[in-house]
């Protein structure tokens, strides 16, 4: 059956991204026909304005519904889609002129059911932006996994870049109430019913995280509360890597005590890594302020994380609580 491509894309309070995620689509150098679905999650701001400026130039449709989630709006777009396999896309992405050829190139040598692409920093990102797409994408924090190459059968793709077939959608029900989470609860899944993901490496979008110090501590604490969750769900999941951003930043602690008493050798060791992470940085974006800012974003990310996975985990895996009723705000509510 011939590829028919629809992209969804969830929207909430966000018409510039909008505008700039659409323009990238006009730029798409492709000649294969596609659909995009917006669907706005209730917004009080709304892109409907922007999204009309474009029809004359996509083949686009737009749907507005109540607040529900992310994870319940792309339902919602993939049930209103057209096509037979989604792509699914976070509205602060932009996409590079080659991406769907990428995409219908891979699918078309190696089919899966299921695939997930990388996230790049743009030349035009802010500095933070840049050094905090380099800590979660960065092989020397375990954000690296997410688009390393060695992840590529087993990869668990993330919905700012994602791709899945109606077939996969309808045997899944897509999404769950968990958010975040729900796209690694997703994937899980989907293996679970006999399909299969991979990694498209070649298929990158520019992630524009909306994002401040603040905004990025309270998505990586809440990535580490969900995990335990996830690993009470899916026990054959657990992996002793989920565990080293605690290990991290309890053995800093630790090294400081030690620093205190006159020991050394160990607040030496992250001494040793931080510059490791410095030089990797600099080869990385070119820049020594966002490799300075990119230490702080990996202190932030091991630190956020590695509490947000040790609360969970004492509340769920240990204490046994409920997650629905110890953890509300990650979980959005029916309609």
Known sequence: MPLKFSFIIP???????????????????TMTKYEIVIVEDGSNISSKAIVDSYKDKLDISYFFKENSGPGDSRNFGMQKAKGNYFIILDSDCILPS???????????????DCFGGPDAAHKSFTDLQKAINFSMTSFITTGGIRGHKKSVDTFQPRSFNMGISKEAFLASKGFGRIHPGEDPDLSIRLWQLGFKTKLIPEAFVYHKRRISWLKFYKQVYKFGLVRPILNVWHPSTKKITY???????????????MLFLGVKWAIIGYMLYFALAFLTALLTTKSIGVSVLSLMAIGVQFFGYGYGFLK???????????PETHFPELFFKSK
Not at 98 to 112: C, D, F, G, I, R
């Open 243 to 257: 565990w080293f951003p605690t290990l991290f930043c309890v053995g800093f602690l630790a090294a400081l005590i």
């Open 98 to 112: 080659n991406y769907l050829n990428e995409v219908e190139k891979s699918l078309k040598t190696n089919y899966v």
């Open 312 to 322: 969970s985990t004492m509340a769920i895996g240990i204490l046994k609580k409920e």
């Open 11 to 29: 929207v909430y309070n966000r018409p510039d991204e909008t505008d700039e995620l659409l323009q990238s689509f006009v730029g798409l150098d």
